[in-house]
């Protein structure tokens, strides 16, 4: 029987999936290691041995050799200055039907003693760097291009669509209706709603605390929108102090507020992007799970520019390994 290894490394975490060819996956490993581990020691080295331990430890466990693996793939920040080799970004547009042509083989008997075989990320196209204007438009990505490959594959071609893939970094990826990558859009609400909760006077307001499901507020979440487009980030964010001081607001509504107030800044970052003219034909499609996710899906689906908004809540195997699996698979049949 033949396999196949697929390696997601992130800035702080990277996983390790052993796969048949028919899609089972057998085993896998997780470990707290990641681009951030290879700035903090200037080297790559504890990167590439993690790597390279997890394969043979899923290896040894499923009793399988190495000339059993018929390929291992990488993706994410493992392609970046930071981790095992520097793979450069492609320039949208980017037709994922042929993603395959643009994969990086190459070989690193420290890692692993078959050929690897690494997926570049993507970035946007840059007139000129030396514009403030233009930079504007400018983006990249790398890991979320298997991700969008995984929900391409799921969802077909056949329709303009936006894949929102939220996180850390919220990204919002723009496919035409055949399957073309035009250009991504990234945010930072993961990042400020999480030094909101921890790092600032509004912290003990909501007790240092993201909302869940649990206590999910939609009315507190759209009130936080308001306030943001009607006073400003700033001011709308220290309201969450005054509404719990002289308020009676509990802490779990004032929870949804600010993450109302956050999410805000990604509407209007979406309503700019504007790289569809028209909206309303569009399909967006969140995926993710959470408070973080059903928001942006019940605000989309209240704006009145989009009239298709779907909610992909459902993730038994993480999208980035789907992604490089699919990907292998077309790839190793092309070859």
Not at 48 to 72: F, P, R, Y
Not at 118 to 132: A, D, F, T
Request: with cysteine; net charge negative; aromatic share 8%.
């Amino acid at each position: 029987m033949n396999y196949i290894i697929t390696v997601d490394g992130g800035t702080s975490n990277t996983r390790t999936y052993l796969w048949t060819a028919d899609g089972q996956i057998l085993t896998q490993r997780s470990q707290a290691i990641g681009a951030k581990t290879s700035a903090i020691n200037g080297s790559n080295q504890a990167w590439k041995k993690s790597i390279h331990n997890m394969i043979e430890s899923m290896l040894t466990e499923c009793a399988v050799s190495d000339n059993a693996i018929q390929g291992v793939y990488m993706s994410g920040m493992l392609t970046s200055d930071l981790g095992i080799l520097e793979v450069p970004h492609l320039t949208a547009p980017v037709c994922m039907k042929n993603y395959q042509d643009h994969l990086i083989r190459v070989h690193l008997p420290e890692v692993f003693s078959k050929e690897i075989v690494l997926i570049p990320g993507i970035k946007n196209r840059l007139s000129n760097s030396e514009s403030l204007d233009s930079l504007r438009r400018f983006d990249i990505m790398r890991g979320e291009e298997t991700e969008t490959y995984a929900l391409i594959e799921q969802y077909g071609a056949g329709q303009n669509t936006i894949y929102i893939l939220p996180g850390s970094h919220n990204k919002y990826v723009f496919v035409d209706k055949n399957s073309t990558i035009l250009a991504t859009s990234t945010t930072l609400s993961g990042e400020l709603l999480n030094s909101i909760v921890n790092d600032t006077i509004v912290a003990s307001s909501i007790d240092h605390g993201f909302p869940t499901m649990e206590h999910y507020n939609l009315e507190m979440i759209q009130y936080g929108c308001e306030m943001h487009r009607k006073e400003g980030i700033g001011r709308a964010l220290f309201l969450t102090r005054l509404f719990d001081r002289f308020g009676k607001q509990s802490k779990y509504n004032l929870q949804n507020y600010v993450l109302g107030v956050v999410l805000e800044s990604d509407l209007c970052a979406l309503h700019n992007a504007a790289f569809f003219e028209d909206t309303t034909n569009i399909r967006i499609v969140i995926h993710g799970n959470g408070a973080f996710s059903h928001a942006l899906y019940d605000l989309l689906k209240g704006d009145p520019s989009f009239h298709n908004i779907v909610l992909n809540n459902s993730e038994e195997i993480p999208i980035a390994a789907q992604g490089a699996y699919h990907l292998a698979m077309k790839d190793l049949q092309m070859h």
